[in-house]
Nanobody
Framework: VQLQASGGGLVQAGGSLRLSCAAS????????MGWFRQGPGKEREFVAG????????HYADSVKGRFAISRDNAKKMVYLQMNGLRPEDTAVYYC???????????????WGQGTLVTVSS
């Protein structure tokens, strides 16, 4: 599976962005998907995950109620709707594909190249 993340940019605090992740290659619907992020000087961390059918989602506590992950298997796309953005959400955001929509990065076999989100105060 090849993954291409897009949709990042500069936004003011309180604003919204929608990240997209386009997949190609093997059967996309076989994979659970996740979004991770790496902020300046920080380790990469889990943001959100979604099961292969889209029926199960889970989130990091820091984004619950503000971010929403979704997928469209027909289009081979995964999305991350981000609302109420905060300066601490500034990071490079990565999409990933794996067999389990886990917060554990080791459970993901394929990674996109990342898209930068910058939130100004």
């Amino acid at each position: 599976v090849q993954l291409q993340a897009s949709g990042g940019g500069l936004v003011q605090a309180g604003g919204s962005l929608r990240l997209s992740c386009a997949a190609s290659g093997r059967t996309f619907s076989n994979y659970d998907m996740g979004w991770f992020r790496q902020g300046p000087g920080k380790e990469r961390e889990f943001v959100a995950g979604i099961g292969w059918s889209g029926g199960i989602t889970h989130y990091a506590d820091s984004v619950k109620g503000r971010f929403a992950i979704s997928r469209d298997n027909a289009k081979k796309m995964v999305y991350l709707q981000m609302n109420g953005l905060r300066p601490e959400d500034t990071a490079v955001y990565y999409c990933a594909a794996g067999t389990v929509a886990s917060a554990n990065q080791d459970r993901y076999s394929y990674w996109g190249q990342g898209t930068l989100v910058t939130v100004s105060s």
